[in-house]
């Protein structure tokens, strides 16, 4: 039988390499950056929840988030990723 501890490191290390990437999906328009949604990408699919939690997006890639934000004149959208990559 596998001690407590050992359990434990297999455990982190198999959250490790799963755990999806952070973003944020942000707008600029002038010298203001909005947040308007956060965000996983897993290996294979992303998913973004609104920043006021009234509206999810499941998709292909994180990038396609910007999809859904709406176009204006003056307004730079863009993805930021929250910490480094660990893929």
Do not use: C
Not at 39 to 44: L, N
Not at 63 to 87: F, H, Q
């Amino acid at each position: 039988m596998t001690d407590q501890t050992e359990l434990e490191e297999r455990a982190a290390a198999l959250v490790a390499g799963q755990a999806p990437r952070l973003f944020a999906a942000v707008v600029h328009k002038n010298v203001h950056s909005t947040v308007i949604g956060w965000g996983m990408q897993f290996e294979d699919s992303a998913y973004m929840v609104s920043a006021d939690g009234r509206n999810q997006y499941f998709l292909a890639a994180a990038e396609n988030a910007l999809n859904y934000v709406r176009d204006e004149p003056d307004v730079v959208k863009d993805i930021v990723w929250v910490g480094p990559s660990t893929r």
